[in-house]
């Protein structure tokens, strides 16, 4: 058996541990609250969306290329070692980090309205073949980590919540931002020494427009309110 679609029933389980040549699975919109796929290493579609699910290890499924996991009830997910995952789709969970740095064949990403997201990183050097990528209802996560901010911001921006900031992480010595506001449509260069936290000063108005502590070895782009 290769192929197995049993979505759209009443099942509480599944047994699909003998089914190690399953390349396609799809048992969604059901009532399961435990699936091991541990077995079926060479899956490569994951449907199981809309069910009960409060975990899912995919560490064996390294052949992995799509995953449909949203609606159900993750805490977390994590998918390093699937590093041939095109599609990603987790929205509707209650997954609070989520880390696809090594998800370097990345094309599709949803992640929305996982209410505690508070960490998510994108950075796996990849974004710029990205196809589709959404990110809202996600009221707690402030910074997203990614590869190019600007490129981000320019083709992204409106799928993501206006807290949400891309940032890229260059494990240098120090920060440095530059913060969009409205004062001549200007990028304004900010700098933050190690230590003694982010200073930046607006030569036209000759004063200091933004103090702020910050963590090291992090670049990242603000949008303005008005971005």
């Known amino acids: 058996l290769t192929y197995l679609d049993c979505s759209h029933n009443a099942l509480t389980g599944l047994d699909v541990t003998s089914n190690t040549l399953l390349t396609f699975l799809n048992n969604s919109t059901n009532a399961i609250t435990n699936l091991d796929v541990s077995a079926n290493t060479a899956l490569e579609i994951l449907f199981c969306y809309q069910n009960n699910l409060t975990t899912l290890d995919l560490s064996q499924n390294t052949a992995l290329a799509e995953l449909h996991c949203g609606s159900n009830q993750l805490t977390s ?41 508070t960490s998510l990183n994108v950075q796996n050097g990849n974004n710029t073949s990205l196809t589709s990528f959404l990110v809202i209802g996600v009221p707690l996560l402030t910074c997203i980590q990614v590869d190019n901010v600007s490129y981000m911001n320019t083709n992204w921006a409106s799928n993501v919540d206006p807290q949400a900031q891309f940032r890229r992480y260059t494990g240098g010595g120090h920060v440095r931002r530059l913060d969009r506001r409205r004062l001549g449509g200007r990028l304004l260069p900010q700098r933050i020494d190690p230590g003694r936290g982010l200073h930046r000063v607006d030569a036209r108005l000759g004063a200091a427009v933004h103090d702020e502590a910050a963590p090291d070895h992090e670049v990242a782009e603000r949008r303005g309110p008005h971005d």
């Open 77 to 117: 997910l994590n998918i390093s070692v699937n590093t041939a995952l095109t599609y990603v789709y987790c929205a509707y969970n209650s997954i609070t980090s989520l880390d696809l740095s090594q998800n370097t064949a990345l094309l599709d990403f949803d992640c929305s309205f996982n209410v505690t997201l």
